[in-house]
């Protein structure tokens, strides 16, 4: 362990285990996972499908109860979904029915809050990631890239302290990914937040991690944790550098020998 | 077309057995079942007592199943459930023949299946039994008038699903054929019937209760051929409502026994569908 | 025959090769054996289909008969009336249902139980306790459009995305915000579907009670040209009913385009990871 700060960690991912069903069907998604998510930093949960990274970060978000073990966040132990955590999923999850705009303000309304209110900080984040001519625009007028960033400012909206990012860029082709995940990057440091990537794509995790969880399959838990020490802003060509290569190898190590 | 039971949660990909009957009994809905069935009959049975209603509209819960015991004991009724049933399964049969028989001839080639839609909307928008007085009329008060009205109800879905399974396959899929040098005959048999098949059954099931509808609207307009529908509206007409109830529980039971069939039999024949293929469009 | 499918060529702009061509040239080809079937070989007995003349000609004598718009009337009013009762309350009871798996798992059996039953059969009770007027006729059609509207509410209201409802979870969306915001906007191009299933339904509730037993309306005009042997007179009703079904038809489907315009939803479901 690096001693980076010494504050505490801002989620605390306590014994969790997780099994799915009962009797001759019931499956263990997660078993016993230590982790804890320091203040600011970039963690990836990296693993083959199966390993039960998304179900790691479901309980993170408050989504599925553990079946043992806790996690806390910011001190409190977490039971539910928290405003304070933004989640962002696979697909883009846009509502057809919603202008990109709505669908940004989306949590304002779920909260109660006015709309009014939030119209410029949303502007100011579709802005950001350059989307902002598509404001009034319905997200099947928009690409599968475009949708995504629309995701991210509605996630960005109420500066979340946590960010979850589930596959975020599962479902985009190799090259709006690459740009996409700039993008996450930049606004994350942007939003001063915390953020924890699922992922299975070695490259990706270690380019984004500041440090990288690598779990293994069935039932899912913790191997071991890469601690990543390039500096920010990063930049595509660190992809090239052989110490980044050697991470990476480092990695695919990992997962293939378990 | 296609109206079926939701699935309340996401269908899983690996074909899991559900629970058995008896789980899903003591599953936690089984007392509210059996609560409700116990409110209904208890207010059946007292509230036509108290007076506020017409007695002989509303005959109490046990006077009702002494009808029906009466019913199932006098046995004449026999008859005319095997005149009903066996109009239904003649129309039913020439239904799906003509209706899948439509829809191959419209269906398999785009141009045409485009340029004849507005004439199947047409027909659907159509009521068609307006024209069951017509056909009593002219074909009697025999079973023809009956498989008549019943085979011009139920053809319908049996053709446009035909029609718009056949347009099912992808693009893909079609070249895939051609790359194969398959012929049309060979496209239509390895290809369209079978991506077809899940929708043409979800029209085919619908025509059979369409021939049901089709029998018992026919039995009830005409006047002397026997029949549960001519049943029901002579009991109606006696004002010998607790025969009435028993005639139309026999025709609830016969409809989802019918329904239960053809289900089964659409298991069979398209095991390989998700319910969630047909509807595709 | 065209060659087989793979529509991959090119919009074709020449309207005189479209397919709409042959739809045009179709009905003069219908009306043609119509006339053919009628007046010259004769093989379709006049009580049947009678010849396009005379359906020509009794079209004014019909349309300008003594209280004919209040047997139109009062056969819209049978169809629209129960059709908004069967739709709503096929609709409440969906939202009902899809709200709990308790009461789903004990009462959807009960309801399925009508996609069965031909509603008709309940025709003579419905005129046994309330009689020949509006008042049943309404009931008859709303029952017979009740089960399609809320079948497909029932079903649509499923329809939500995995990933889309655990967006509103992480949100801490209320059950009614979830139901509101996400469920029936999802619904809503099922329902719609119901919602056309339904309107033919009715319609065909409302003529087949006023056939049963009725003062007045389409129905009972229908019948009273059969017993007269006015077959061209109910050929022109038939035509009627043809116009207010398609005209029910495309004010749905107009409803429709306008009001679920994002039809061109993608429907993809990966669902949560189990794992």
Not at chain 2, 184 to 204: E, H
Not at chain 3, 31 to 51: D, F, H, N, Q, R
Not at chain 3, 239 to 250: K, P, T
């Amino acid at each position: 362990m690096t001693t980076m700060t010494q504050t505490a960690p801002l989620v605390r991912v306590d014994g969790v285990t997780k099994r799915f069903g009962s009797g001759d069907k019931e499956m263990v998604a997660l078993s016993g996972l230590n982790l804890e998510v320091r203040e600011g930093e970039f963690l990836s949960l990296l693993g083959p499908s199966g390993c039960g990274k998304s179900t790691a970060l479901n309980i993170m978000g408050g989504l599925l109860e553990a079946t043992e073990g806790t996690v806390t966040f910011s001190g409190e132990q977490l039971t539910e979904p928290n405003r304070h955590i933004g989640m962002m999923f696979q697909q883009a999850v846009m509502f057809p029915w919603r202008t990109t705009l709505e669908n940004v303000l989306l949590p304002v309304e779920i909260f109660g809050e006015k709309k009014k209110d939030f119209i410029p900080k949303a502007e100011e984040l579709l802005e950001m990631v350059g989307i902002k001519d598509f404001r009034d625009s319905y997200p099947w007028q928009l690409s599968g890239g475009m949708q995504q960033r629309a995701a991210l400012c509605r996630v960005l909206l109420h500066d979340p302290k946590l960010l979850l990012l589930d596959e975020p860029c599962g479902a985009l082709d190799e090259f709006t990914r690459e740009s996409m995940n700039q993008e996450l990057l930049r606004l994350q440091d942007y939003a001063k937040s915390t953020a924890v990537l699922v992922t299975h794509n070695i490259t990706e995790a270690v380019f984004m991690s500041d440090r990288v969880a690598v779990m293994s399959a069935r039932p899912g838990r913790l191997v071991d944790i890469i601690e990543v020490p390039f500096d920010r802003p990063r930049r595509p060509d660190l992809q090239t550098t052989n110490d980044f290569i050697k991470l990476v190898a480092k990695a695919r190590q990992m997962l293939e020998l378990q | 077309m296609t109206t079926t039971a939701p699935p309340p949660t996401p269908a899983r990909s690996a074909p899991t057995p559900g629970p058995t009957w008896w789980e899903r009994f003591r599953g936690g809905s089984a007392w509210i079942v059996i609560t409700t069935v116990a409110v209904i009959i208890a207010f059946w049975e007292f509230f036509p007592q108290t007076g506020l209603v017409n007695r002989v509209l509303f005959p109490t819960f046990s006077e009702t199943v002494a009808a029906f015991v009466q019913l199932l004991g006098g046995g004449y009724w026999w008859d005319d459930l095997a005149k009903t049933m066996s109009a239904v399964a003649i129309a039913w049969v020439i239904g799906v023949a003509f209706g899948f028989t439509m829809g191959v001839v419209l269906g398999t080639s785009p141009f045409m299946r485009q340029a004849i839609t507005p004439y199947a909307i047409a027909v659907q928008a159509l009521p068609k039994v307006v024209l069951a007085p017509l056909l009593i009329g002219w074909l009697g008060f025999g079973p023809e008038s009956k498989i008549a009205l019943a085979v011009i109800i139920c053809f319908f879905p049996v053709w446009i699903d035909t029609m718009v399974g056949l347009a099912l396959p992808s693009a893909n899929e079609f070249k895939l054929m051609k790359s194969l040098k398959a012929s049309r005959w060979q496209v239509f048999t390895k290809l369209q019937l079978p991506s077809a098949l899940p929708m043409i059954m979800v029209g085919v099931k619908h025509a059979l209760l369409l021939a049901f509808t089709g029998v018992i609207v026919a039995e009830i307009l005409s006047a002397s051929d026997g029949g549960l529908g001519k049943l029901t509206k002579e009991f109606a007409s006696q004002l010998n409502m607790g025969l009435v109830y028993s005639v139309v529980t026999i025709v609830v039971i016969l409809s989802i026994t019918l329904v239960s069939i053809a289900d089964v039999i659409e298991r069979r024949v398209v095991f390989w569908s998700e319910e969630s293929r047909a509807r595709r469009k | 025959m065209a060659q087989i499918a793979v529509d991959s060529s090119p919009k074709k702009k020449n309207f005189l090769r479209s397919p709409y061509m042959l739809t045009i040239a179709l009905l003069p080809i219908i009306l043609a054996a119509w006339w053919l079937a009628t007046t010259v070989t004769k093989s379709v007995p006049a009580i049947l289909l009678p010849t396009p003349e005379s359906v020509w000609i009794a079209f004014p004598r019909v349309l300008g008969a003594d209280g004919f718009g209040d047997q139109v009337l009062r056969t819209l009013t049978e169809i629209a009336g129960g059709f908004a009762l069967g739709a709503s309350v096929g609709f409440f009871l969906g939202v009902l249902l899809s709200s709990s798996s308790r009461l789903r798992a004990a009462y959807l059996p009960f309801l399925s139980a009508l996609e069965a039953i031909p509603t008709v059969i309940l025709a003579p009770i419905i005129i046994a306790w309330i009689g020949f007027g509006i008042e049943g006729k309404i009931l008859q059609a709303a029952i017979a459009c009740f089960y399609a509207v809320f079948i497909t509410t029932l079903s649509g209201l499923g329809l939500a995305e995995p990933n889309a409802v655990a967006l509103m979870k992480s949100l801490r969306a209320s059950k009614w915000q979830t139901m509101v915001k996400l469920r029936i906007p999802t619904a809503l191009p099922v329902i719609f579907g119901g919602l056309q299933l339904g309107a033919t339904t009715a319609i065909i509730g409302a003529i087949v009670s006023e056939f049963i037993g009725a003062t007045g309306g389409l129905g009972y005009l229908m019948l009273r040209y059969r017993s007269s042997f006015d077959t061209a007179a109910y050929w022109v009703i038939i035509f009627l009913f043809l116009v207010i079904g398609l005209v029910v038809y495309l004010t749905i489907w107009y409803i429709e385009k306008r009001f679920v315009f994002w039809r061109r939803i993608e429907v993809t479901r990966p669902d949560l990871e189990k794992q």
